[in-house]
Nanobody, 117 residues
Framework: QVQLVESGGALAQPGESLTLSCKAS????????MHWYRQVPGKGRELVAL?????????NYADSVKGRFTITRDNAKNTVYLQMHSLKPEDTAVYYC?????????WGQGTQVTVSS
């Protein structure tokens, strides 16, 4: 079955960096567009970044993270990454990866990122 497992969330201080990973299984990873979302309590999920399939030639970012976050993928490892630099307290959220297969959305369980001094 399709599985997405996020990891790498942690407590970080403002200005620090973290890298999140999302390990995928159960589908042909290189064919799928992959997304990172985040959610804070009481709000809906916000799209943070996406990367197209295969070579990942197209990437898009939320305005709030442009220039600080980078999404990449390693098709050999079935993994998508989110490198986060210059972290801010407002980046605090649960981060999820997502993909869509035949019109069905699949989500991971999320990983908590907390940015605080």
């Amino acid at each position: 079955q399709v599985q997405l497992v996020e990891s790498g969330g942690a407590l970080a201080q403002p200005g620090e960096s973290l890298t999140l990973s999302c390990k995928a299984s159960g589908f042909t990873f290189f064919r799928n567009v992959m997304h990172w979302y985040r959610q804070v309590p009481g709000k809906g999920r916000e799209l943070v970044a996406l990367i197209t399939n295969a070579g990942g030639g197209y990437k898009n970012y939320a305005d709030s993270v442009k220039g600080r976050f980078t999404i990449t993928r390693d098709n050999a490892k079935n993994t998508v990454y989110l490198q986060m630099h210059s972290l801010k307290p407002e980046d605090t959220a649960v981060y999820y990866c997502r993909t869509t297969i035949s019109g069905v959305e699949y989500w991971g369980q999320g990983t908590q990122v907390t940015v605080s001094s």
